[in-house]
């Protein structure tokens, strides 16, 4: 079934700062495309929690938008890619994958400092165990402290002495114009991002074609979707959920084939935490139509090497998109 629609969409999003300023972004780009176009408040359960986001389960932060999609109590539903559970939600559809903010993670320290100028002991916040494993694994002897909230509760805990540095993403300080707070942009080669980091989702019903259409058209960029594609897929193959202690990273590189014609290439590569602290590390390139195979491809690669002992409650035991 199409719907016939005459009123303004309405995009749902979390009541954060961040969530409104990424759907602000795109309620922006579908009026200038003429698509009348409005924010719709959908609190979650996440947002209304000050518990550790492991223990509130995966997708917590999107659930509520989904079932809110699914009713017709909104049009289009905006996620930060990176929270989607690794099972599609078969009500929806995934109509667009903007272009990709800056994936990397960001440091906020105090005096200015990069992350290799802290000192031993110095505390680190960061609720992710992914980035823990990482930071771990640098030898730098900090003391990663386990915590959540909003960007400004965050940065908040290095201005009032409480902590020495947090850990957030690059994507989130620009889209809220306080990119200029990070005293260093942490190198992948470092610090893996998440998968789908930087990258936003989407979502409208899945019969509701034409808003489909029109949502690809003038949303879509095929480069950050192959790229996030790969990411996911190899996130799912590891059989993980998004607050494990994974890293994936991809980018689309232009490369010549054996003819000498230009063509799209996908350089992909993850690293894996695992239950007795090292990290494993693997990459892989191949045709960007390739994506979900390379993915799956570097997810076998990994459990080959151990990544099967990554911590059982991170293990992903089903779907958790209702």
Known sequence: MTEQRTSALRIGTRPSKLAMAQSGVIAERLRAAGHDAVLVDVST???????????????????????????????????????????PDPRLVLAAVPSREDPRDALVARDGKVLGELPVGARVGTGSPRRRAQIDALGLGLDVVAIRGN??????????????????????????GRIDEATELLDPVQMLPAPAQGALAIECRIDDLDLARTLTAVLDDEFTRAAVSAERATLAGLEADCSAPIGALADVVSDLDDDGRAVDRISLRAVVGTTDGALLRASVTGDMDDAEKLGAALAAELLDMGGASLPSENRWIGSSNR
Not at 151 to 176: C, F, P, Q, Y
């Open 45 to 87: 359960p996440g947002d209304r929690s000050s518990a550790p986001v492991a223990e509130l389960g995966v997708g917590v932060f999107v659930s509520a938008l989904r079932d809110a999609l699914a009713r017709g109590d909104v049009d289009v539903a905006v996620h930060s890619y990176k929270d989607l559970p690794s099972a």
């Open 151 to 176: 960007v400004d509760t965050r940065i908040g805990k290095v201005r009032s002495g409480e902590l020495d540095a947090v850990v957030v993403a690059a994507a989130g300080l620009r889209r809220l």
